[in-house]
């Protein structure tokens, strides 16, 4: 039990902290749809797509980031998306993905979000990175059983690569060492500067509302 002197470990204020942001987005009109299978492949396909514009963002600072004393040790190629959300457009939307993609407003405003953490305040842009991957290792496995199930995609296969964590060997164990790399980041940093990563973490499940509120719009219910 940890000492009034000795804060809880990050990883946990992390955790308990967004804990209800996470079950509202667990929650979400278009999240509850896709666990329910009710969605349509196109929504599906454009979820990719918004998915896709965020991890560029999360990825196109990691050579400057992985210097970062208290960052870098976060960057890890074995995380990143971008190409795997790349191959799983080809295989949803065909060889020209890319034609007619954009980002929706909420999806500019969350990428803008991180681009701009990402060079101003990387102790922000970590709350952003734990939001993402964390969940995708979580989550994010619950999600491509049911995509499967429901569009009928290969079990790991075109489709739902972006679930598919090919270089992390035992998803388990490499999230137990992120919470710890998390504690040590927590270590490096005082009180109110925790607090501020703590509250980015929570604007960062709303960023993530937000998305799938845009989706939702598009989306209503589809199938
Ligand atoms: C459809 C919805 C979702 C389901 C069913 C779901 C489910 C889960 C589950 C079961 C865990 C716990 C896993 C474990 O302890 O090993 C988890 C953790 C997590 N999820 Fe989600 N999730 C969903 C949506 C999201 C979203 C949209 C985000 C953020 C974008 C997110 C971010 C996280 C994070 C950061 C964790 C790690 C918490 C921690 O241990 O520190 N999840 N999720």
Redesign the pocket.
Known sequence: MPSPEQPAPF??V??TA?GA??EA??Q?SF??H??GGRLGLDAYAELSGQLWFVYRALEGRAAELSRHPVVGPFIDPALFRTAALEHDLEHLRGPGWQAGLSPLPATAAYTARIEELSTDWPHGYLAHH???????????Q??RGIAERTWGFERKGAGVHFYVFEEVGN??AF?RDY?AR?DTAGLAMDEVERRRVVDE?RR??TL??AV?ADLDIRYPLSA
């Open positions: 990883s946990t992390l955790r967004s942001e996470h987005a667990e979400s999240m509850s896709l666990l734990y939001t993402r991957y964390l969940g995708d290792l979580s989550g994010g619950i999600i998803p388990a999230k919470r998390l973490c960062a499940f993530n509302g799938f």
